[in-house]
Structure formats: C-alpha cells, structure tokens
Nanobody, 120 residues
Framework: QVQLAESGGGLVQPGGSLRLSCAASGSFASIDAMGWYRQAPGKQRELVASITRGGSTNYADSVKGRFSISRDNVKNMVYLQMNSLKPEDTAVYSC??????????????WGQGTQVTVSS
C-alpha cells in the first residue's frame, strides 16, 4: 500500500503564494511520475503539473510561469510552489504518484486532497 499525504493548502489573497507538499510512504520499490491535479466545484479534475523521476516537468497552460513543481527523490516528496495566485486557481489539489512495488507490480496512488482558496 502506498499512501500520499498533502499539506500546505489554505486561504490566500489574489496575487499571493502557497507551497503544497506531498509525502509518499508505504511499501514501494520506486516512484516514477509524481504530479498535482486539481478539481474545482462543478468541473472535471485536471492536471496541474507533473514531474518524472529524472526531473522533466509538464504544466497546464493556465499555470505556466506561475507554478513550479519539484521533487525530492530521497525523501519521496513532491512540491508545488504556486505564485501569483488567481481566484480561478481555487480548487481541491490532489497529489498523484505512480511507480513499482516490490515484485514489479505497478501502483497509482492518490492523496486525499488539500483545499486551496484564492479570495480577497
């Protein structure tokens, strides 16, 4: 079982910043891609940013230049630095990780999510 625990959400004013963290724990051999997704009320979940084990990144067009994803492969953590936040960034942000368990079976795990609210 692979568990993901997010932290760092909250209420911030437009133009402000937040940093989300996600820690992976449990039994696994390796983690390949890690990413952040978000889901706003009444909307589908969307990819915000992802990062491979080697550090290659991918961002949604709506957050390019404002958000930055990074990871620590030793601590099995992924981070999302969010700057210049806008009200439309308000959503529940969830962490995702995919990789291999011991024995080479694949896993794809999700965190519980953390609320980010951008409002004055």
């Amino acid at each position: 079982q692979v568990q993901l625990a997010e932290s760092g959400g909250g209420l911030v004013q437009p133009g402000g910043s937040l940093r989300l963290s996600c820690a992976a724990s449990g039994s696994f051999a390796s983690i390949d891609a890690m990413g952040w997704y978000r889901q706003a009320p009444g909307k589908q979940r969307e990819l915000v940013a992802s990062i491979t084990r080697g550090g290659s990144t991918n961002y949604a067009d709506s957050v390019k230049g404002r958000f930055s994803i990074s990871r620590d492969n030793v601590k099995n953590m992924v981070y999302l630095q969010m700057n210049s936040l806008k009200p439309e960034d308000t959503a529940v942000y969830s962490c995702n990780a995919a990789g291999y368990r011991a024995g080479y079976s694949r896993f794809n795990s999700w965190g519980q999510g953390t609320q980010v609210t951008v409002s004055s």
